[in-house]
Structures are given as C-alpha cells and as structure tokens.
T-cell receptor, first 113, second 110 residues
C-alpha cells in the first residue's frame, strides 16, 4: 500500500496564480484533511472531509477550496495564490476522524513569490 | 486562535540528558495523540492516551494524560541523536477535526 500520496513535492507560484495540490489515499479512509505548517504555528487545519461529497472548514480555510468526489482523492485548490500561503502543506487521512491515528502524506512545499 | 499550546517551542539538549514537552488544551479532550516529525519529514503517530491520569511508556518515552484531560506531557529519558525532531500533541474537536499543538522542536547534541 502507498498510504497517502501528495503531489507535487515542491512548487513555486507567482502571486495571483492558481493551482491544485493533489492528495490520494489507498486505505479506504473516510476522513481526509489538509493542514499547513508554518514555523512556530504547528499544524493548522485548513479543510476536512468526513466522506465523499462532504467537506467542511477547519481553522484557516480562507483562500482555499476543496472537493471530495471520491473516497480516495481530496484535492486542495488555491484560486489566487498570495505570499501568505507560502507554507508546507500536508494531507492526512484516518479511519474515524479526530479520535484515531492520522496518516500523513510526504508534504508539498509551496512558495508564492 | 490556537487552542492547543505546547511548551517549550525549542529545546536543545546534550545527548544523554532528559527532555520533556508539555501540552495544554483550552478545553477537555476525549483523547490526546502524540506525533513525531523528523526534519524534512511528515508527522508520524506515536501513541494515543484516552483515560484520565493515564501513563504509557514506549522504551525511553513516557506519555501522561492529565487528570482533567486538558493537558499532557511527553518525557524522553537519556536522549539520543535519533530523538531529534518536532513533537506534536493533537486532540479531537467536535469528533471530526484533529487539532494539533504548536509543537516542540528537539535538538540533541552528541
């Protein structure tokens, strides 16, 4: 099993550009989530999903969109990138939401110039 | 704002010294989880504590969950260079959301 796979690993964007960070898991987990990691801030929840067709906002959702059309995939979209979105992004999945172990992807390091 | 705080933010120790990181939540938690992130890596689950006052050990690592289920600690005895990384606590919010603490970065000098 591959677990949680994120692409790309690195990305540089210009301010105002859009892009989609991909996340796929092969563990048949219902719960998927996106976090951003910034120095001194820990991991902050952007958006999460409790199943296909269901998404909700986390702690820092502004500037990001998500959708969940299948159990396996949970893409994160930046519609108009800003320098404040420079960060490391992690996708995670779990069997049962916040009450059980979360499995993380390798991360995407995004720089917005 | 951040609802789960950890202290200290950074800790540098000599190899062989002990290390402790503390985690405090603004609300009662049904459980607390701990994760380790190696430099350049992703968070990896270490352990989950569920009961009030629970203590669990993994070799040199000791995890505690407070009586009020609002705080937790991770203690490493006799640190090794392999312990280097950032340690995060995390707790559920509204069942579906897993909220992480601010993390403690541990550096171990040989």
């Amino acid at each position: 099993n591959a677990g949680v796979t994120q692409t790309p690993k690195f990305q540089v964007l210009k301010t105002g550009q859009s892009m989609t960070l991909q996340c796929a898991q092969d563990m048949n987990h219902e719960y998927m989530s996106w976090y951003r990691q910034d120095p001194g801030m820990g991991l902050r929840l952007i958006h999460y999903s409790v199943g296909a067709g269901i998404t909700d906002q986390g702690e820092v959702p502004n500037g990001y969109n998500v959708s969940r059309s299948t159990t396996e995939d949970f893409p994160l979209r930046l519609l108009s990138a800003a320098p404040s979105q420079t960060s490391v992004y992690f996708c995670a999945s779990s069997f049962l939401g916040g009450d059980v172990e979360a499995f993380f992807g390798q991360g995407t390091r995004l720089t917005v110039v | 704002g951040q609802q789960v705080m950890q202290i200290p933010q950074y800790q540098h120790v000599q190899e062989g010294e002990d290390f402790t990181t503390y985690c405090n939540s603004s609300t009662t938690l049904s459980n607390i989880q701990w994760y380790k992130q190696r430099p350049g890596g992703h968070p990896v689950f270490l352990i989950q504590l569920v009961k009030s006052g629970e203590v669990k050990k993994q070799k040199r690592l000791t995890f505690q969950f407070g009586e009020a289920k609002k705080n937790s600690s991770l203690h490493i005895t006799a640190t090794q260079t392999t312990d280097v990384g950032t340690y995060f606590c995390a707790g559920p919010r509204d069942t579906d959301k897993l909220i992480f603490g601010t993390g403690t970065r541990l550096q171990v000098f040989p």
